[in-house]
Structures are given as C-alpha cells and as structure tokens.
C-alpha cells in the first residue's frame, strides 16, 4: 500500500494527523453536497377551501337542479414555492375547485402585497384549478357564470380567497433548501376525446405525428427538503373532473381530489411504518393506527359486551375547535414535519373524458351518433360512461386510483434534477379584438382580429359528460329561428360580430352583453412560470387536445432555439389549465369549424388559439432573452357590482324534546358489520352553511382502544365516508344529516362508533355548535 498518504501520516507529527482527518471530513462533506445539492428554496402549504355544503348550485354542469347537500370529499389549496435563495420565486397553487376566477385572484393578490410588499405579484403568482363539477359555485365574477347559483355567492368566494391566502403564507413559512425533480410517463387509461368527429377535421399530417387523440402523459414535480426529504409532488394531467355526474350533490374534489387523498395517505401511512418501526417506544398512537398496528384482539362476544356500554348520547354543545381537533388530519396533532401534499393539477383536458367506456345512449344501450352525440335525433339521452358504471363514485376512485397510482411511480423513480434560472413572465391581453398574424391561403401571412366573446348554439347541447336540455345539439352551425327570437331579447348580436365568430351561429352575444355589469371576460392573464428546465404555461381556459399541443411546440420552438441556447432540448413543457382566470374553451380552427361543445364555447372566434400562440411567443421570448413585458390592460375588479339573490339561514329548529346532534335513526342493537357493508346513522341537524367547519369535520369514524379512549380513523377528507344533509322542504326550518361508512376492506377488527359536528342558528342569529354520538357497534 506503499504511497497511502495515512501511512505517511503516522510517522508525522499529531497535529498533521488531525489536519488530515479535518481535510478528510470536509472532503466528505463537499462531496455530499454536490450530489444532493439543494440549489432552491422550496416550501408547500396547504388549507380547507371548502365552501357551503347546502343550498348553493354547484358549478361545472350549469345544472340548476344540482344544488349541494352534503360532503363527498373536502377541498383544498395546495400550494408550492420554489426560490432561488437570493432571487426570484414563484408560487403555483392548485385548487380543487373547478376553476380559477378572476376577482379571486385579484383580492388574493391584494392580500399578498398588503402582508408580504411586492415579494408575490400577479407576475409571479399562479392560482389554478382542477375543473371539478362538485364544488359550490358564484365565486366568479361576470354574469354568465354565475346564473345557476342565482348571482354572486360570498360565501364561496370567501373561503376561497382566505383558503388560497392561507396555503401560500404556510408554503412562505415552510421555505427551506431543497431540491425539485421531475418525472414524465404515459397514463393510457384515464381519458378519451368525447369530441373525436371534431378532433379529426384537424390536418391528418398533424394528426399522424401522435399515437392518441388525447396526451396521455403525465408530468410530475417531486419535491425533496434537505432536511426531511420528500415532502410533497405536484403533478399535470389532462383529464375531465366530470366523474361525478350532473346529479351529485355532495361536495367532492372529483377524480383528482381523490388521487390527491390517495396520494397523501399512501405516504403518510408509509411515513408513519417507518417511524414506528424505527421507534417503538412512541407515547402518542399514531394518526390512522387501526391500519396499521393491530388492535388487542377480544373473541366477538367481548367485543359485543363492550359495545353494549357505549349507547348513543343526547345531543351536545361543542366548540368549533372540536371538530377540527378531532379532526384525522388535524394540523394540532402533526409533528414537526411539513405535512407531505400531493396536487394533482390540470391541463389541456377541454375534451377529454374520464368516462373511459364510450358514450351511449341510455334508452337504447347502443352508441350514440357520432358527429352530434345524439339518440334519436335528442341529446339529453346520450352519456358518457365511467370506468365503474352506473356507480359515479366508483367512476371517481377508479380514475383517481388510475392516476395516483401513475403518479406514485412517477415519484418513486424521478430522478432528473430541476436546475438553473427561476423566472417569470405575465401580461394581460384583451382578446375581444386582438389582432393576430396567421399564415394565409396560397402563401403569406394576414393579419386577422379575436371577436368579443359569443357562445354559439353547441354550447347549449352540452357534453356527453352532461348534455343539456330541449332540442340544442352538438355540431349545429346553423341555429335555429325560435331560440334566435329567445337570443334576441337579450341581445342581437350585430353583422360585424356575426361574421367574426363565423361559422359559430350566435346564441349568447355575451361579450357585448354590460347589464347589469359584464356578462364575460375580455381582459385575460396570459403567465410563463419557469423553474430550471421546467415551463409552466398558465392558460385561463379550456385548451382541446390538438391546441395545447400546438400552444406546446410553438412555445418549446422559441425556448430552444432562442436566448444562449440554455435549453437546448431538455425542457419540459405543460400547460396549467383554468389558471388565474376563466374564459371557456380553446380549440384549433378546425375544430371551431365543427361547431361541437368546445368549438362553440371557444369565446373570441376561430382565431382564439392563434392569438394564444402569438401571445405566449412573445412571452417566451422575453424570458428567453431577460426581457421585460407590458403590463397589459388591467381587468375590472367588480366585487362592488355583484348581486346574490341566494336566501340566509333564518333559524334552526328541532321537534320539541329533540336537541341538535341527538340520533334520529340508530345503529340497530347489538350490530355487528362486516368489511364491505355499509353504516348509515341519521343526526337531528342544521344548515351547514352556518358554519363551513374549516379545516374541521361534519362527520368522524371513531374505534374505540381502551376501556374509554375514542381515536378518530375517518372524517370528510375520507372517501370511504359521506355526509349527507336534508331537509324535509325547501323552507323547513328542521334538517338532518346522515352520515354513510362504508366500511374498508383495510378496518381492524373492534368498536366504532359515528360522530356528527354542526353549528345551529339561532331566531336572533347566534351560532352555536353541537355534537352528537351514534351507539357503539362492531366491525368484525
């Protein structure tokens, strides 16, 4: 071993042997730095954005009879940030909402700059959604959005604004050094085109360069603090939040807000293994035990006994902080660990379906009609079906499932490092009359112009994911003459606007349509998001498949082939749909052109996706080359103008000798259940929207461990639970909450019990909160 500079060392002086082992560390150390080098600051935050689970439309279906009564899944904003430590920062937050509003984000960005100076702006900010059609609606400002909710909704708009305010300030507090990965693969089984007539009217040359109608990748960022190592993915993915029907009246996060949950507590559960196992002498029981560490087992008859003592209480009062202490994932029970969060976000899904079987009609079985999604001449009778057909939430598990999993595997094996600039670019555009450069017939360019906003009569017909009323069908270029007589009492569109929207046939000139104040948007935020190789475009709509691939390439082309060719071709390029705003659809001008449901609901005319192009170029090259952009025109804030015309809570009652929380309709006597059955408990009740329980529980699954000690295992953040609310009509001043378990397959053997919180108000309008108990009965 002769040259081994240690060997050498012995014979030297001691004071050379400690400045070896010195030099030895930092060596180490050094070397340990660089392959886990953190080059950003990265922080997540998370919060309840759950609106009013009673009383109020809910929006995505424009169904007026789909109005909220109850919870499927709780909401939540989801947010990261990531640093350069001495430079710029962005912020993505993703909603489980089904889109970003406008008058949303503009009193969020009023919040940040009141609380934290210019450090987070609207160029640097992204608040997008997740398109669920399970959320309240009348959060949005312009009018034609917000018809079925009877106007303007505060409620909703509030925990909005404070949910996303509160997810950002926990990812600003939450900032350390860490690192980003990213991760892309293919989930081929999620999504179909539910307009694929108008999908082939695009170039078959274009066509041919993809292998499917829909993208079906899947884009992943995985986020690693230096400390405590994972703590959170966000990934992209176009698909439909059209798994719950147009019926559904539980509040739910849809297919993405339950692979959001799966995610979450697939590594949670893992975490605490792992912990577990590592310390066994742990006082506290950890979070969800009953999946993990076996309860004491008693023989049934024990078991029976010991749920024979636990008979249903009276009604109670309680606090508001009950419920969210008691709450499973009750942020007052978390360690010193950043919570792990996963967000499921999305991107060109403006006809992508979820419901992967096909469309059929439901009179007959047979397939619809191809070009229009008709049967029998009506489009009322033709629907896309899931995966778990006819059951709506097993429709929603299974394209949840199908993604989380995708994105577990994603996670798991990323391994390509973000690295390099954090940047930004952001403007505002006015696409009611944009001029745009576009190639001309023969050879050339022209110059063309966006038309103010107009929906045509496709729109009407609706989707085979919820098709719509009377005699309105997809594919109709032509409209008809009784519902342009109808059109025309609220506005006829002039001949200029006419030949603009061309071929559309105008059914709702909206864009031009100012009583009682703007009907839709003109003014719309147009950002790029970059954090090393990665781009985010934040689009504020729908992009159908073929246009965001084209919106993509056009972009990717600018990044790669100019600035100091930084890029090259390692960058990676996604589109974060319904974001800051929402104005609708995008789709090619050859999909315009047939006139389905996007194609019709594509607000600015057939050149909407050109201006896009145009707009996003500009942009790109911007960042590209470091170059500041205008401001654009500001949109309006009409916060001040909004109408509602949906009822306050008067009171609550109860029959008389009945309190609020007391049991209507038991578990039966001596119950045993097994795994796969259903629970059902009814609780005297009142309105939820008297109190939204942020970041609480309407309803717990509880066990019971010890002679008296009740641990919570579920609450409305559980798919496997639902609260149901009632009343025995619209003007009853009585309600009632049923609370459904099905009981998982992954339930220990022992005692359970159902809990209900609520809050009841009172004739003068105090607020009061209570809590009621089911009897005890056994899982087996």
């Known amino acids: 071993m002769e040259g081994f500079p240690a060997q050498k060392l012995v014979a030297q002086k001691p004071c050379a042997i400690v400045q070896f082992w010195i030099l030895l560390l930092l060596l180490l150390q050094n070397s340990s730095g660089i392959l886990s080098a953190s080059n950003y600051l990265v922080g997540l935050g998370s919060y309840d954005i759950t609106g009013p689970a009673a009383d109020v439309n809910m929006m995505g279906y424009a169904n007026t009879e789909q109005i909220a009564s109850g919870v499927h899944l709780r909401l939540r904003a989801r947010a990261f940030i990531v640093a350069e430590p001495q430079g710029n920062r962005v912020v993505f937050v993703n909603l489980d909402a089904c889109m970003a509003s406008q008058l949303v984000t503009l009193k969020v960005l009023e919040r940040l700059k009141a609380r934290y100076g210019n450090l987070y702006t609207e160029n640097n900010v992204a608040i997008s959604g997740i398109h669920t059609h399970a959320g309240p609606g009348g959060y949005l400002q312009y009018v034609v959005y917000i018809v079925t909710s009877l106007g303007f909704v505060r409620q909703s708009f509030d925990v909005l604004v404070d949910g996303i305010e509160q997810s950002i300030i926990q990812a600003h507090e939450n900032l350390r050094p860490g690192s980003v990965l990213v991760n892309k693969g293919e989930l081929l089984d999620a999504g179909i085109n539910r307009s694929p007539s108008a999908y082939l009217n695009n170039p078959a040359a ?50 993405k807000g339950a692979a959001a949950r799966f995610m979450e507590d697939w590594f949670n559960k893992n975490d605490i293994q792992n912990a577990y196992s590592e310390n066994s002498e742990a006082d506290e029981i950890p979070r969800r035990v009953s999946n993990i560490i076996p309860v004491a087992q008693k023989n049934h008859h024990e078991l029976l006994e010991l749920a024979a003592s636990f008979q249903s209480p009276p009604g109670k009062r309680a606090t508001r902080f009950m419920s969210v202490a008691r709450r499973v994932r009750s942020a007052l029970r978390q360690a010193d660990k950043p919570s792990f969060l996963s967000a499921f976000c999305q991107s060109n899904c403006g006809d992508v379906s979820p419901n992967v079987l096909g469309a059929f009609c439901i009179d007959t079985g047979l397939p619809c009609e ?46 390509e490092q973000l690295k390099g600039k954090v940047d930004y ?39 085979t994911d919820g098709p719509g009323a009377f005699d309105f069908k997809q594919g109709d270029d032509k409209g008809n003459a009784f519902w342009k007589l109808v ?24 864009g031009e349509m100012k009583l009682p104040y703007e009907w839709a948007p003109s003014i719309l935020p147009l950002q790029i998001l970059r954090i090393g190789q990665l781009v985010i475009l934040s689009v504020p709509g729908e992009f159908t498949t073929m246009a965001g691939r084209r919106l993509r390439d056009a972009v990717k082309t600018v990044l790669t082939s100019g600035g100091n060719g930084e890029f090259d071709n390692n960058v990676h390029v996604v589109i974060a749909g319904l974001t800051n705003t929402y104005s609708q659809y995008v789709t090619t001008f050859e999909e315009y052109e047939v006139q389905r449901y996007e194609g019709a609901s594509t607000l600015f005319g057939p050149h909407t996706l050109a ?32 109408i509602g015309f949906l009822t306050p809570v008067v009171v609550d009652r109860t029959p008389r000798g009945i309190k609020f929380g007391d049991v209507s309709s038991d578990v039966p006597q001596n119950s045993t259940f097994k795994r796969g059955d259903t629970v059902t408990v009814v609780f005297w009740s009142a309105c939820p929207r008297n109190d939204l329980l942020t970041e609480g529980t309407f309803t717990l699954v509880e066990i019971l461990h010890g002679p008296d000690s009740w641990v919570p295992i579920h609450d409305d953040d559980d798919f496997c639970l639902r609260f149901k609310w009632s009343r025995p009509s619209k003007l009853s001043t009585r309600s009632q909450a049923t609370i459904e378990w099905r009981i998982p397959e992954t339930a220990a053997s022992g005692v359970y019990r159902i809990k209900h919180f609520g809050a009841s108000k009172g004739l003068m309008g105090a607020i009061r909160h209570f809590t009621g108990s089911s009897s005890a009965f056994v899982v087996a």
């Open 611 to 642: 201006a896009y192009i145009q707009e996003f170029q500009k942009l790109a090259t911007a960042l590209i080359n470091g170059l500041p952009v205008e401001p654009g025109p500001q949109p309006p804030d009409l916060l001040d103008k909004q």
């Open 487 to 510: 059109r025309n009492f609220l506005k006829t569109p002039g001949k200029e606007q006419e030949d603009c929207q061309s071929p559309k046939p105008i059914l709702l000139d909206t």
């Open 370 to 415: 191809f070009n229009h999604s008709t049967c029998g001449g009506k489009n009322e009778l033709c629907y896309g079906r899931g995966p778990g057909h006819p059951d709506e939430f097993e429709n929603t598990r299974i394209i949840g499932d199908r993604q989380f999993k995708k994105a577990v595997e994603l996670f798991t094996q990323a391994s």
């Open 206 to 255: 274009e066509r041919r360069k993809y292998k499917f109608d829909t993208d079906k990748e899947m884009t992943l960022l995985k986020f690693v603090d230096d400390k405590w190592g994972p703590v959170g993915s966000f990934n992209w993915f176009a698909t439909h939040g059209t798994s719950m029907s147009r019926t559904n009246s539980l509040i739910s996060g849809d297919n």
């Open 425 to 463: 670019r952001h403007t505002y555009v006015d696409l009611s009359k944009l001029e745009v450069t576009v190639p001309k017939l023969g050879g050339g360019n022209e110059v063309v112009k966006t038309c103010p906003a107009a929906m045509g009569f496709g729109f009407a017909a609706g989707t």
